[in-house]
């Protein structure tokens, strides 16, 4: 297949990209940097210049390929006050994309997220696809991602083999600036390791190797609309994550009251306090899809979150 990769110099798309090409795919990776152009090329992928807000050069890249895997979000501007913002231009690009392939039956595969999915309990495939609590008290741009997704489920109905791939809020692995690195960059600045309350809250989480060959898996062979979750660790216990980050930075493990949660983790801490185990069975039987990697208790004590 040619397939247009948006993201393709990301974090996940950065270990999409070199998964695709193994499996024979010819990619054609987004850029809207010389550097990742540059990244892109070295990867052995077709360039495609140009941003989220494009919509033309969006539309065409989508109508000249076999299928699209949409893994560009602006984080930047998100993690700068302006989630909403971020996921509106997110919604436009998701628009035009499943435009472009409209009638074709053509896979389109995005990004989406596990967090909010079902609070307190273990998250399913089949969770989510109403608006929950959750989503609602962490505000308008997640609330806003998630009817993106649902649209892209229903573009099923205009003749685009379309998957929503949900990811955990940590794809761990060496080189991970995300999450997982804010709570050690947090721990090194605060000189303690810490976790919300008892620390028994649960996060999934998978390792960026198994979720790239997950992408290909839902290029490949997803049914139409299918809900995908990327699922290995079906869900972590927070203080079990600070024990580590402790142990390898020799810091105490302390918890921090919920009221004081925001001052010490900043923008984190809503996220830091959910309670959102999930399961990835149903993908799983859907695609023959088992994780390789170290989870990521293992991951992190691999030492490379710490410059070990």
């Given at each position: 297949?040619?397939?247009?990769?948006?993201?393709?110099?990301?974090?996940?798309?950065?270990?999409?990209?070199?998964?695709?090409?193994?499996?024979?795919?010819?990619?054609?990776?987004?850029?809207?940097?010389?550097?990742?152009?540059?990244?892109?090329?070295?990867?052995?992928?077709?360039?495609?210049?140009?941003?989220?807000?494009?919509?033309?050069?969006?539309?065409?890249?989508?109508?000249?390929?076999?299928?699209?895997?949409?893994?560009?979000?602006?984080?930047?501007?998100?993690?700068?006050?302006?989630?909403?913002?971020?996921?509106?231009?997110?919604?436009?690009?998701?628009?035009?994309?499943?435009?472009?392939?409209?009638?074709?039956?053509?896979?389109?595969?995005?990004?989406?997220?596990?967090?909010?999915?079902?609070?307190g309990r273990v998250a399913t495939e089949?969770?989510?696809?109403?608006?929950?609590?959750?989503?609602?008290?962490?505000?308008?741009?997640?609330?806003?991602?998630?009817?993106?997704?649902?649209?892209?489920?229903?573009?099923?109905?205009?003749?685009?083999?379309?998957?929503?791939?949900?990811?955990?809020?940590?794809?761990?692995?060496?080189?991970?600036?995300?999450?997982?690195?804010?709570?050690?960059?947090?721990?090194?600045?605060?000189?303690?390791?810490?976790?919300?309350?008892?620390?028994?809250?649960?996060?999934?989480?998978?390792?960026?190797?198994?979720?790239?060959?997950?992408?290909?898996?839902?290029?490949?062979?997803?049914?139409?609309?299918?809900?995908?979750?990327?699922?290995?660790?079906?869900?972590?216990?927070?203080?079990?994550?600070?024990?580590?980050?402790?142990?390898?930075?020799?810091?105490?493990?302390?918890?921090?009251?919920?009221?004081?949660?925001?001052?010490?983790?900043?923008?984190?801490?809503?996220?830091?306090?959910?309670?959102?185990?999930?399961?990835?069975?149903?993908?799983?039987?859907?695609?023959?899809?088992?994780?390789?990697?170290?989870?990521?208790?293992?991951?992190?004590?691999?030492?490379?979150?710490?410059?070990?």
């Amino acid at each position: 297949m040619r397939v247009f990769v948006t993201g393709a110099s990301g974090w996940i798309g950065s270990a999409v990209v070199p998964e695709l090409i193994g499996a024979g795919h010819h990619v054609v990776g987004l850029a809207r940097s010389d550097d990742s152009a540059e990244a892109l090329i070295a990867a052995g992928a077709e360039v495609h210049r140009g941003t989220l807000d494009d919509l033309d050069s969006l539309r065409n890249a989508a109508s000249a390929s076999d299928g699209v895997i949409h893994l560009a979000f602006k984080h930047d501007l998100a993690f700068t006050g302006d989630f909403l913002g971020a996921a509106d231009a997110d919604r436009l690009a998701v628009e035009t994309i499943g435009d472009a392939l409209a009638g074709s039956d053509r896979p389109m595969v995005i990004a989406s997220g596990t967090l909010g999915l079902a609070p307190g309990r273990v998250a399913t495939e089949l969770d989510g696809h109403d608006d929950t609590p959750a989503r609602v008290a962490l505000g308008e741009g997640p609330r806003t991602r998630w009817a993106t997704a649902e649209f892209v489920l229903s573009l099923a109905s205009r003749g685009v083999r379309s998957s929503i791939m949900r990811l955990p809020p940590t794809n761990h692995g060496d080189g991970d600036n995300g999450f997982i690195a804010t709570v050690v960059a947090i721990a090194r600045d605060k000189g303690v390791s810490g976790y919300i309350g008892d620390g028994t809250n649960r996060w999934p989480a998978v390792h960026r190797l198994d979720s790239a060959r997950l992408f290909r898996l839902a290029l490949e062979e997803a049914p139409m609309g299918s809900t995908l979750h990327a699922v290995a660790d079906e869900g972590v216990p927070i203080r079990d994550i600070a024990d580590v980050i402790g142990r390898h930075l020799e810091l105490p493990v302390v918890s921090v009251a919920p009221e004081d949660a925001g001052a010490h983790f900043s923008w984190l801490a809503p996220f830091l306090a959910l309670d959102a185990p999930a399961s990835s069975a149903l993908t799983r039987e859907l695609l023959d899809w088992q994780p390789l990697q170290p989870g990521l208790l293992d991951d992190l004590n691999e030492g490379h979150y710490f410059g070990i």
